[in-house]
């Protein structure tokens, strides 16, 4: 059901072709346990990979679905620490980064997650979006298209 969602990105590029005709855009299902893999310990292997090219530059980012209770989750914690791995490549037209894309709705996951009391904002900030959000994919963008920081 997630993966077919976030398929919806295919209908928002038709729809909005001149804002992307200077760039290509390709999304990848990661395969699982053999794919690209992130953590030694955990071997997180996430569902997608958003690929988008516009001239020289590429900005290539990892979407998962699933997450645990807490943003100190390594899955969720990875929109940072992947700018490490970015550092280390060393390549400086290649931006990563990574989200997760929830399933489940902001009010269900609102109850259990740490003390229940975190704002939708909290979650957009760290990169957790929610599949029910109509503006989901607008956002996604948003984020894997701003300028790197200087």
């Not at 005709?21 to 893999?37: A, C, H, P, Q, T």
């Not at 609102?110 to 994919?137: A, H, W």
């Amino acid at each position: 059901m997630g993966e077919t969602k976030f398929m919806r990105l295919r209908d928002y590029l038709k729809a909005n072709q001149n804002a992307f005709s200077d760039m290509e855009v390709f999304v990848l299902r990661n395969m699982s346990r053999r794919g690209v893999k992130f953590f030694q310990t955990s071997g997180l292997y996430l569902d997608f990979i958003l690929w988008i090219r516009k001239g020289d530059n590429q900005t290539i980012a990892f979407k998962g679905i699933r997450m645990k209770g807490n943003f100190n989750d390594e899955k969720i914690e990875l929109y940072r620490t992947i700018k490490d791995i970015e550092k280390r490549l060393n390549y400086p037209k290649v931006r990563l980064e990574s989200f997760i894309l929830s399933v489940s709705r902001y009010e269900g996951i609102k109850k259990t997650f740490e003390d229940g009391k975190r704002k939708k904002e909290e979650f957009d900030e760290s990169y957790v979006l929610f599949m029910e959000d109509e503006n989901l994919i607008e956002k996604l963008f948003k984020i894997t298209l701003q300028q790197p920081s200087t």
